[in-house]
Structure formats: structure tokens, C-alpha cells
């Protein structure tokens, strides 16, 4: 069974912290993604990686940065907080290669910054 | 400007009846849509999909329809059961650039017993 974790799923912190958030999966899958989910706005992407070391920028990635040291972890950065930046964070993974393969999503880290 | 929209954030149906959840693109290089379901502290997982090369694709008591000319696709479940009660996303993907999928907003079905 393909399996998401996303280590916190409950965080609070203050403008101006650091934030990590942290993501591992554990079926070898080459692209792991990082969405933010907010009400009527659906999930946007924030970052994706397709190999290790590799990064892409999604939709929204002002504000953020990740680190893909490892295949099976992948990593979000807030280096300064802002309470725009409260919000369910959602990791997800998937096969590589073309077509479009399934993501499979992790349970999500709902992050509030104070 | 969302490329993916789903116009009502919520829908009711009565268990039993049909549910028809709706989704809007934009975005005519999109030919690869999918369903996602969310239960409220849970990541969403995958329901069902449709290449543009259908107009239908159906798995048990879901459906998917897609209407390429009217950039328009929804999503048929019958009968509803009060477990379907959860946010739906559509998303829409271009199948050889990878699995970037864009998505809807949401729409949340609640199914009355």
C-alpha cells in the first residue's frame, strides 16, 4: 500500500519562524509534490521535484523553497512565516516517466502562523 | 484566473439518489481529468479519471462524463450513500507533461440518510 507521511500534522508558529515541513514516501516514486489546500481556491501547487536534487516551481511559490536530498523525502521551507502562509499543506507523490500517473496524497500538515 | 473551476461549493442529495457534481476548464490543452475525494483530516485519494479520447468512463456506482466541445466534465454517483458525504476535487492534467494537475476549488457533497 502506497504511503504518504507527512511527519506533523498540527503546527503552530509565530511571523517570522522558520517552518519546515517534512515528507517521506516509501514506493520508490521518482515526483513528489507539495499543494497548499484553501477554501474555494482547491489545491495549488506550490513545488515539484521529478529526481533528486531537482526542483520546479508550481503555481504559487513565492515565499517557499524545498529540498530533495533523498528520492523518498522531500521537504517545504518557510524561511520567514507570514499568517498568509496559514493553510493545509498537502505532499504527494507519483511514478515518474510520461502520461500522467496518479498522485498519492499524504494526510496534510495544517500549519497557523500567529 | 482558475483553470479548473467547480461553480458550487456544495451540493445535497439524499441517500439513494443521484449525485452530479460539476467542473468547468478553460484551458484547451487539458486531455486528462481526474476525480479526487476528501474526507476532512485526510489527504485526498483518487476516484476516478477520463482521457479526452472518451466522453465516459465508469467505475461501480461512479461516472465520469466529458463534454470537450463545452469544456465540461461531471462527475455521476449513483446511488449516493452517506459515506460519499466528502470534497470533491476535479483536476486536469496535459497527459505527456508530467502529473502536474491543476485543480478545482471543491465542492462539498453531503448525503442525507
Known amino acids: 500500500d502506497v504511503k504518504v507521511t507527512q511527519s506533523s500534522r498540527y503546527l503552530v508558529k509565530r511571523t517570522g519562524e522558520k517552518v519546515f515541513l517534512e515528507c517521506v514516501q516509501d514506493?520508490?516514486?521518482?515526483?513528489m509534490f507539495w499543494y497548499r489546500q484553501d477554501p474555494g481556491l482547491g489545491l495549488r501547487l506550490i513545488y515539484f521535484?521529478?529526481?533528486?536534487?531537482?526542483?520546479e516551481k508550481g503555481d504559487i511559490p513565492e515565499g517557499y523553497s524545498v529540498s530533495r536530498e533523498k528520492k523518498e523525502r522531500f521537504s517545504l521551507i518557510l524561511e520567514s512565516a507570514s499568517t498568509n502562509q496559514t493553510s493545509m499543506y498537502l505532499c504527494?507523490?507519483?511514478?515518474?516517466?510520461?502520461?500522467?500517473?496518479?498522485?498519492?496524497f499524504g494526510a496534510g500538515s495544517r500549519l497557523t502562523v500567529l | 484566473d482558475q483553470q479548473v473551476k467547480q461553480n458550487s461549493p456544495s451540493l445535497s442529495v439524499q441517500e439513494g439518489r443521484i449525485s452530479i457534481l460539476n467542473c468547468d476548464y478553460t484551458?484547451?490543452?487539458?486531455?486528462?481529468f481526474l476525480w479526487y475525494k476528501k474526507y476532512p483530516a485526510e489527504g485526498p485519494t483518487f476516484l476516478i479519471s477520463?482521457?479526452?479520447?472518451?466522453d465516459k468512463n465508469e467505475d461501480g456506482r461512479f461516472t465520469v462524463f466529458l463534454n470537450k466541445s463545452a469544456k465540461h466534465l461531471s462527475l455521476h454517483i449513483v446511488p449516493s450513500q452517506p459515506g460519499d458525504s466528502a470534497v470533491y476535487f476535479c483536476?486536469?492534467?496535459?497527459?505527456?507533461?508530467?502529473?502536474?494537475?491543476?485543480f478545482g476549488g471543491g465542492t462539498r457533497l453531503m448525503v442525507k440518510p
Open positions: 521535484s521529478y529526481d533528486v536534487k531537482m526542483k
Open positions: 514506493m520508490d516514486h521518482e515526483n
Open positions: 484551458n484547451s490543452m487539458f486531455d486528462y
Open positions: 477520463i482521457s479526452s479520447i472518451k
Open positions: 504527494a507523490s507519483s511514478f515518474g516517466g510520461s502520461g500522467a500517473n496518479v498522485l498519492t
Open positions: 483536476a486536469a492534467s496535459v497527459y505527456n507533461a508530467g502529473n502536474m494537475l491543476t
